[in-house]
Every structure is written in structure tokens, then in C-alpha cells.
């Protein structure tokens, strides 16, 4: 279908994305640069370390540039560290931040026991069977507001949400052989104002 779909290429564990969205037959590219946005249909934020990666964008004038481009249409989509810059309001936090959806998300949420998981997750909007989830020192969406809706839930708490064309997973969908939430996002990129 001609998808061009970016990974921000500035920390965290951006190849995995990349192979998940070759997998699916568009095409990836590592953007390091605000210019590579320029025509893409959709950009996916990686895991990774928030602070780090929100630092690195402000530095590289992305924190203007991706809000821009979404407003031209691009879909965005952050995965744990991702879904974290995402958020309007990070809990207990001044960090930088795109701030784009409308949500109120909780770093670090399941503590030092469980700093990493794996569960099956029930996701309505992909189907059956359930989705193999990997949650990494993972955040959880403590409250939506606006036009945000949630996608999934574990244990009470949303980990997976939409608003428009911005998606967010508090887990790791680049890290299982499952294509499913990539091609999800795929579909909302290429649904240019759907
Ligand atoms: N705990 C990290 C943060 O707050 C996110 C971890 C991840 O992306 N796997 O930025």
C-alpha cells in the first residue's frame, strides 16, 4: 500500500518497530532529522527512557516539528516511553513532552517486584486471540479526558489508548512476532481523515 512510516530514531529500541512495520509491507525509516517527517503517513515513538528521549527532542526542535506534522495529518503512535510523551500530563513529572493526547499517564506504575511481565491481553479492536503484552518498567493511563478512549485494560488500569489518530500502549508490541497493533496503526495511517 505505499505506507511510509517513520520510527524516531533518537533512543530506545526503534529497529525492533522498524521490523515489525517492514514485516507488515510498508515502508520504515529511521528519522534522526525534523525534515524526515515531511511526507510521512504515520510516525511510531519508541520504548525507551522518557527523560532521555524528550530531552534529545526538544534539543532537536522535534518537540514543535511532530505536533506540526500531526496536525497535517500524520498518525502517531507511542509505545511505552512513547505513550509517555504522548500524554498531556505525566504524573509527578515537569519532564519535556509533546503533550498531544489527552490523558494522565503514570510512570514506573507497577513498581520495582514487577519491572518487567508478560500477560495476554484482551484488545477488542484487533480480535482474537488475546495479545501477547510485554510491560517493561511500564507506565499505565491513570485517567482520559477529551475524545481519548481506552483500547485495553489490565488490572484496572487502561494501558492502551486512542484519540484520533494518536494510539498509545503502555507495553511492547515490537517485541513478540504478534504484527497485529502495528498493523492496527497502520490502518490509521493510511485512514487520511478517518
Ligand atoms: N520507565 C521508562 C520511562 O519512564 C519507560 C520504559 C520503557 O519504555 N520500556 O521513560
Not at 518537540?63 to 500524554?87: F, N, S, V
Not at 498509545?168 to 508490541?173: I, L, T, W
Request: proline content about 5%; charged content about 20%; overall charge neutral.
Amino acid at each position: 500500500m505505499g505506507l511510509k512510516i517513520g520510527v524516531l530514531a533518537l533512543q530506545g529500541d526503534f529497529r525492533e518497530h522498524a521490523w515489525a512495520v517492514e514485516k507488515l509491507g510498508a515502508q520504515a525509516i529511521q528519522v534522526r532529522r525534523p525534515a524526515q517527517l515531511e511526507d510521512l503517513d504515520g510516525l511510531i515513538i519508541p520504548g525507551g527512557e522518557s527523560t532521555t528521549i524528550g530531552k534529545l527532542m526538544a534539543q532537536y526542535g522535534f518537540i514543535e516539528a511532530i505536533p506540526a506534522q500531526y496536525k497535517r495529518g500524520m498518525a502517531i503512535y507511542g509505545t511505552c516511553a512513547g505513550a509517555i510523551l504522548l500524554a498531556k500530563d505525566i504524573k509527578e513529572s515537569d519532564q519535556p513532552r509533546l503533550g498531544l493526547m489527552d490523558m494522565s499517564i503514570r510512570r514506573n506504575a507497577y513498581g520495582r517486584q514487577r519491572e518487567s511481565f508478560e500477560v495476554t491481553l484482551d484488545i477488542p479492536a484487533i480480535g482474537e486471540p488475546g495479545f501477547p503484552a510485554v510491560f517493561i518498567r511500564a507506565p499505565y493511563i491513570e485517567e482520559l479526558y477529551g475524545t481519548a478512549r481506552p483500547l485495553a485494560t489490565y488490572r484496572g488500569h487502561v494501558v492502551m489508548a486512542q484519540q484520533d489518530r494518536l494510539l498509545a500502549s503502555s507495553f511492547h508490541p515490537e517485541l513478540t512476532e504478534d504484527t497485529r497493533v502495528h498493523a492496527y496503526f497502520l490502518a490509521l495511517a493510511a485512514s487520511r481523515g478517518g
